[in-house]
C-alpha cells in the first residue's frame, strides 16, 4: 500500500516482507531536508502511528492466517 502523507512531502509504503513475516514501512528519500512547527510534527506524528496501527493490525491478521495453514513439509 502507497501512502501519500498529508503532513510530509514524502510517500510511505506499508509492504508484507514475507522472509520475516512483517510488514515494512518504507519512506521514500527527500530531495531536501524538512523543516516544520511544533504542531506540523504533531500532525505527522499523529499519521504515522494510524500508518503504525495499520502495520500492527496486518501483521496480526497475517500471522494468525499463516498459523491456520497447514505446514508442507
Known amino acids: 500500500m502507497v501512502f501519500?502523507?498529508?503532513?510530509a512531502p514524502t510517500l510511505a509504503y506499508l509492504q508484507p516482507e514475507m522472509s520475516?513475516?512483517?510488514?515494512r514501512v518504507t519512506m521514500e528519500a527527500r530531495e531536501r531536508?524538512?523543516?516544520m512547527n511544533a504542531a506540523?510534527?504533531?500532525n505527522l506524528a499523529f499519521e504515522l502511528s494510524v500508518l503504525?496501527?495499520?502495520g500492527a493490525f496486518l501483521?496480526?491478521?497475517s500471522?494468525?492466517?499463516m498459523a491456520?495453514?497447514?505446514?508442507?513439509l
Open 4 to 7: 501519500q502523507l498529508v503532513n
Open 20 to 23: 520475516a513475516l512483517e510488514w
Open 33 to 35: 531536508p524538512s523543516t
Open 40 to 42: 506540523e510534527v504533531m
Open 52 to 54: 503504525s496501527a495499520l
Open 59 to 61: 501483521q496480526t491478521k
Open 63 to 65: 500471522r494468525d492466517y
Open 68 to 72: 491456520r495453514i497447514p505446514s508442507t
